[in-house]
């Protein structure tokens, strides 16, 4: 009990030091049956994460011309809504959008690991 109080109060210190704010985007779609239109509605929820370096990769369209920026982040479970990650959604950095890639919860500490790529 004494160590995850530690564990919990240090970790807190680090997001003051390093976090960063950014916006978690909630995506929720459906898709009109008659027009086949894909319809989104988007929920911001302002949280603080802790990213890390970004990682440009060229991608094999455009000659290799294209960029898209591999970052991973860290944020605490409970800023985010609830069921949330999801491959769906997005986050918003420095006016980027990244879409998630994937994500690890750690559960000890209480926060996720995520993987997102500019879009």
């Known amino acids: 009990m004494m160590l995850n109080a530690i564990v919990s109060s240090d970790l807190s210190l680090v997001f003051s030091d390093f976090g960063k704010a950014?916006?978690?985007r909630v995506v929720e779609s459906s898709v009109d049956a008659a027009s086949l239109v894909v319809e989104e509605v988007l929920t911001d929820v302002d949280v603080l994460a802790m990213p890390g370096h970004v990682d440009?990769?060229?991608?094999?369209?455009?000659d290799g011309q294209s960029c898209s920026g591999l970052m991973e982040l860290v944020m605490r479970v409970s800023e985010l809504p609830e069921d949330c990650p999801s491959l769906t959604d997005r986050v918003v950095m420095e006016g980027e959008e990244y879409s998630i890639v994937d994500f690890?919860?750690?559960l000890a500490l209480e926060v996720v690991q995520m993987t997102v790529r500019r879009r």
């Open 56 to 62: 440009e990769q060229r991608l094999d369209v455009a």
């Open 104 to 106: 690890r919860f750690e």
């Open 22 to 24: 950014v916006v978690y």
